[in-house]
């Protein structure tokens, strides 16, 4: 059968546009793995949560039917918050629902959905993740203790020599070896090739054109540069909330919001702008937060709301649209910081379309897709584009990753041999 345009786009991109909607699908695997080539990310990796489909799906569907019968319970009248946040909800309901059908309607892609994760072959434990040791590393924890400044990470540059001029010869695979802190210190793979990394007998892989400051908050100022042409222009930030929920405080710490307005967003901003992208939870006094005092701190002006709805792999929400406290969407907020300068005679962004949905397939706990492609769209006439992401757990090419496990998903047991 002939694949539509479309399907053959998303194959090709990772991104499938709908036409009659504000809205996309998303397969992040695709996406990053576009700018691998010896290495690829391992879809039964990164959609691992349905690798334990059979003790997840029923542990949590039974979770779902707890907490709705806990909500129906519930029926106390809502509080004005409650309200706020109900009727912020209804609006966006219709759109949401619009979104949805929109990717029931796209058998072609569905299709494809239902197979994200690969075949079964490609399953970890038989050929997925490159082997290394099953216990993950906790950088949050080393990077706590006084040897911290001692731990160095070793880079092998990949180099191929051919050993003879005239083809059909054997290609030597060589490896130069770099030593540098991995703490405190802006690691880079300036080359458009990967590294492979070493550190504490764990491998690790750096995609081409990258870098990583693995720190503490404390430490953020050091990747202010030092001349505002040199900073941002896209900057996202998925900052480490707090929700009270005891089984996010074991994947990693939280920090109360005070917290966050101390983030230096104008001084890593270019002068030319940055455009800024805020996740944030539901929670309806996180919302009030960021729009009257953490975008005032930041000198970020508020610009749209994007939507993540997440879905599962046969095109579901990954949970019930009304229930209250487990919405099956997040938003990020959109913003324009102009550094220091005077923001009025200074280009604007294109115009960003409000609420715009994106739909994706959930990765690992809190594990966001990789929104950049999206985001770069309207950010016209600065060249090269400069990126940071802040609280990353992961490396992005051409892309700088600023967090206190910014190696979290780079480990190469997350990657296959591409
Ligand atoms: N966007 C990420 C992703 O897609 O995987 C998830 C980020 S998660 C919401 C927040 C991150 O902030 C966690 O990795 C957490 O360890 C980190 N974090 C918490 N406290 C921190 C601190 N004081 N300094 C630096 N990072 C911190």
Same mark, same amino acid.
């Given at each position: 059968?002939k ?5 053959s ?36 990796a ?36 409650e ?30 959905m239902?197979?994200l ?10 050929c997925?993740? =490159? !082997?290394? %040791?099953?216990? *993950?590393? @906790? ?5 706590? /203790? ?56 764990s ?9 990583f400051?693995m ?9 202010i ?16 909330w ?18 966050? =307005? !101390?983030? %230096?967003?104008? *001084?890593? @901003? ?5 455009? /800024?992208?805020?996740w ?29 709805l997440k ?32 923001s ?15 739909i ?5 706990y ?9 985001l ?27 967090g ?15």
């Amino acid at each position: 059968s002939k694949m539509s345009n479309k399907l053959s786009t998303f194959m090709e991109s990772g991104i499938y546009r709908f036409d009659d909607t504000n809205a996309v699908f998303i397969d992040p695997v695709r996406v990053l793995n576009r700018s691998y080539n010896r290495f690829k990310v391992s879809p039964s990796a990164y959609y691992s949560r349905f690798f334990e489909e059979s003790k997840q799906t029923a542990k949590e569907s039974s979770n779902s039917r707890k907490r709705k019968r806990k909500e129906k319970k519930k029926s106390h009248p809502l509080n004005e918050r409650e309200r706020a946040a109900d009727q912020r909800h209804q609006e966006l309901r219709p759109l949401l629902v619009k979104a949805h059908e929109s990717l029931l309607r796209a058998t072609d892609l569905l299709e494809v959905m239902s197979n994200l994760r690969g075949g079964l072959d490609s399953s970890p434990s038989k050929c997925g993740g =490159l !082997s290394s %040791p099953r216990v *993950q590393q @906790s950088f949050v924890e080393l990077g706590r /203790v006084w040897q911290a400044p001692l731990y160095e990470i070793t880079l092998k540059f990949h180099t191929t020599i051919k050993q003879n001029e005239d083809g059909g010869s054997p290609i030597k695979e060589n490896f130069e070896q770099r030593v540098f802190p991995v703490f405190d210190n802006l690691v880079v793979n300036e080359t458009g090739d990967e590294v492979e990394a070493e550190f504490l007998n764990s491998q690790y892989i750096l995609p081409p054109d990258s870098g990583f400051y693995m720190s503490d908050l404390g430490q953020i100022h050091n990747l202010i540069p030092a001349e505002s042409d040199c900073g941002f222009n896209l900057i996202v930030v998925d900052p480490p909330w707090e929700n009270g929920s005891a089984r996010q405080k074991s994947r990693y710490p939280t920090l109360p919001n005070r917290y966050f =307005l !101390s983030l %230096p967003i104008k *001084q890593l @901003s270019h002068n030319k702008g940055a455009l /800024v992208a805020l996740w944030v939870t539901n929670r309806e006094k996180l919302r009030g937060f960021v729009e009257e005092e953490l975008f005032p701190a930041w000198g970020v002006r508020y610009m749209a709301t994007f939507y993540w709805l997440k879905v599962k792999a046969n095109g579901s929400m990954v949970g019930d649209l009304d229930l209250f406290h487990h919405r099956p969407y997040e938003c990020i907020l959109l913003g324009q910081c102009y550094g220091e300068k005077n923001s009025e005679d200074l280009p604007r962004f294109k115009t960003l379309k409000n609420n715009q949905i994106i739909i994706s397939v959930p990765g690992d706990y809190s594990r966001k897709p990789p929104l950049g492609e999206l985001l770069l769209e309207y950010i016209t006439g600065i060249n090269p584009t400069r990126c940071i992401e802040l609280f990353a757990r992961e490396i992005i090419a051409g892309w700088v990753s600023w967090g206190n496990e910014p190696l979290h998903f780079q480990e190469s047991r997350s990657f296959t041999r591409g």
